[in-house]
């Protein structure tokens, strides 16, 4: 198992950037690293990716020398193993409502005596053809990162005990679901979405979890900085989508 970069500039303190990625295209990913992300999502909760794809995705990210993490369908340990054994060097978690569910994606991803991952020679392992599986356990628990998703009101009444929970490494807003959530599908803007939003902040801060949040474009990305966001996310369609836009209208004129 590599060394996970991203989770060593946060603990350093630096700001990290990445891009959620939804379709189960090795070459997409790898295309992806070249261009500087720290690290890159495969997102099988909103996507069609299977752990199989996972397998060919984390080798592109490797090979740009980016974090592949992978967001999973559901918190749930059969489906977390799949994933993790894949070679990925962390996982995004949703729908995490409660200390014990957070404390339950823990002990999935985190081998024992912090979890209560099986243990095999899978590709994470190298395939046990390198080092002894005492040696690959002591990384996996030190390296893999774990990022809970808080994406309803429940989770963020229960967050101050959330943070409180040993190996969340990041607290991640979903500000959609969480207006679904409140009963506003949609609009983020919302008052009582904001409101939650902010007190989500202010309850990261006085933790030791970083904050991370989703953004559509750079600016969203700096304001969120200002606020305290080290973790931060876009989606490939947003990229992709302002950089078309942009050549479309530049080529036309």
């Known amino acids: 198992m590599q060394t996970n970069k991203t989770k060593a500039k946060l603990q350093a303190g630096e700001t990290v950037l990445g891009v959620f990625v939804r379709y189960p295209d090795p070459t997409l990913v790898e295309v ?35 974090t592949p993490l992978i967001r999973v369908t559901t918190n749930l340990p059969p489906i977390i193993l799949r994933y993790m054994d894949s ?47 005492a ?35 990041v607290i991640f807003i979903g500000p959609t679901d969480l207006s679904h959530s409140l009963g506003v599908p949609g609009n983020v803007a919302h008052p009582s979405v904001q409101d939650a939003i902010s007190r989500i902040v202010e309850t990261v801060k006085n933790s030791s979890a970083t904050l991370g949040i989703m953004v559509g474009n750079a600016s969203a990305a700096r304001e969120w900085r200002a606020r305290g966001a080290r ?17 479309l209208r530049a080529a036309r004129e």
């Open 32 to 66: 992806i690293g070249y261009q500087g992300w720290d690290f890159c999502i495969f997102d099988a909760e909103h996507g069609v990716i299977e752990p199989r794809d996972c397998e060919n995705m984390v080798r592109s990210a490797e090979l740009r020398d980016m």
């Open 87 to 133: 070679g990925a060097q962390g996982l995004h978690i949703p729908w995490v409502n409660s200390a014990a569910e957070a404390r339950a994606a823990i002990r999935s991803v985190k081998y024992h005596p912090t979890g209560i991952r099986g243990l095999a020679a899978i590709r994470a392992a190298d395939y046990g053809q390198r080092g002894s599986f």
């Open 135 to 169: 040696e690959y356990v002591q990384k996996a628990n030190r390296e893999t990162l774990v990022v809970i998703h808080i994406e309803t009101i429940d989770a963020v009444n229960q967050l101050p005990e959330i943070v409180e929970v040993p190996g969340v490494d």
């Open 231 to 247: 973790y931060i996310g876009i989606t490939s369609e947003a990229i992709f989508a302002s950089a078309m836009r942009e050549y």
